[in-house]
């Protein structure tokens, strides 16, 4: 079954949706006018209820169906980069330094190209929770809408969500059960010591050598703390210490980031940022200050919905189309915390080739909409069948 014809036929607005959004980006929290824009799109395609204010600009829309039954959510996050777009298309970003680099537009465009054939047609027994989300580049939207007790407020059972992945063949859909996206942790450690002459150093406590001490044992971490067969990223990306070649700096920075998708593993490899960070500078007469955040967790699709969400995605695309086992990505995702809460799976929708999401020159592929939209409408209609 390919791309649902009624989908198709409005596969314009669609684009002309995502283009206005492309023109108009906000970032994080903050979409006012975003969020008006899909309001105003859901209340032209007649959804029953529309519910904004959540995590500040996020909105849950809820579509029934024509019988009674549970409800599925599906999700778009809304939210920009702070990126001045390369593009050079005529709908590039009208506001300096920002732009959608990552497609939400176009995820965005997507879930109102199935709220629009949902609404239209309601084949199923229950309800939609439509789900737009701010700040999945930034603070975290989903998991700030779960704490807002999203899904007990509007009785979601289980929930989907659809992310474009250039990297990926145009029309291909790939997924995975289990481990899908890592988490997202991030640490800055700062070695004090006592600045002076860099021709008297034994005047000096020069924080320089635990810096390159610390730095080369944390990223020993994944090749001799970690079972090999385990994937962990650490890496360091932040060095820096002094200004003048004549001058032993009194501190210096390290930072980075630690990518895991095992919660017991990132506990212990965020001790072992500390000890060595500590013992670095202890060993050189200084001292370490760290500070260690636990980002995004790692995304975890349940084994039965990832696969309720391939057989899905065969209809739309061909189940030679589907990779039901692709690998997991080292990136992160905040549909982590919506996946905490109820069972369901992400899916990533091949718009390829193009350039790689968070790029100036980024731009998503208006072609895949129709895809999207159909592959979240099946994932409904199939998972609510209607009784005869």
Known sequence: ???????????????????HLHAH???????????????ARLREIGVDEIHTGIAQTGIV?????????PVIGLRADMDALPIEEETGA????????????????????????????????????????????????????????????????????????????????????????????????????TIRGKGGHAAYPHTAIDPVPAMLQAGQALQAIPARRVDPMVPVVVSLTVLSAGEANNVIPAKGLLAGTVRTYDEALRRRIADDVRRIAEAS???????????????????VNDADEAAFAARVAAQVVGAERVD?????????????????????????????????????????????????????????????????
């Open 90 to 189: 005529p709908y590039a970003s009208t506001r300096p330094g920002l732009m959608h680099a990552c497609g939400h537009d176009g995820h965005t465009a997507i879930l109102l190209g199935a709220a629009r054939y949902l609404a239209e047609t309601r084949n199923f027994a229950g309800s939609v929770a439509l789900i737009f989300q701010p700040a999945e580049e930034t603070v975290g939207g989903g998991r700030i809408m779960c704490e807002e007790g999203m899904m007990d407020r509007f009785g979601i059972s289980r929930v989907f969500a659809l992310h474009n992945a250039p990297e990926i063949p145009f029309g291909r859909i790939h997924l995975r059960p289990g481990a899908f996206t890592a988490a997202t942790d991030e640490f800055r450690i």
């Open 281 to 299: 500078a202890a060993a050189h007469g200084c001292t370490a200050e760290v500070a260690y955040e636990f980002g995004y967790p790692p995304s």
């Open 61 to 69: 829309a809820l579509i029934r169906g024509a019988q009674e039954g």
């Open 25 to 39: 980006p906000e970032l994080s929290l903050d979409l006012p006018e975003t969020a008006a824009f899909v309001a």
């Open 1 to 19: 079954m390919p791309v649902i014809n009624r989908i198709a036929e409005f596969e314009p607005e669609m684009r002309a949706w995502r283009r």
């Open 324 to 388: 039901a086992e692709c690998p997991a990505s080292m990136g992160g995702e905040d549909f982590s915390y919506m996946l905490r809460e109820r069972p369901g799976a992400m899916v990533l929708l091949g718009t390829g080739p193009g350039a790689f999401c968070h790029h100036p020159a980024f731009d998503y592929n208006d072609d895949a909409s129709p895809i999207g939209a159909s592959w979240f409408a099946r994932l409904v209609e199939t998972a609510l069948p209607m009784a005869s």
